[in-house]
């Protein structure tokens, strides 16, 4: 696995874990939303890097 790839995978978990922690953590929706939409924008990036 390339490092850059592997880099994307961690981003993606930290921006997963900080979705989780927001939802569990009952923020408000803009936080929510945030932490959802960039969670998004790295999955996105991953499926068009074709890792």
Request: hydrophobic content about 35%; aromatic content about 8%; glycine content about 0%.
């Amino acid at each position: 696995m390339n490092t850059a790839k592997e880099e994307l995978i961690r981003e993606i978990e930290k921006a997963r874990k900080a979705l989780n922690e927001s939802i569990d953590l009952q923020e408000n929706y803009e936080v929510i939303y945030d932490n959802s939409v960039m969670l998004d924008k790295l999955i996105e990036q991953y499926l068009v890097s074709e890792y």
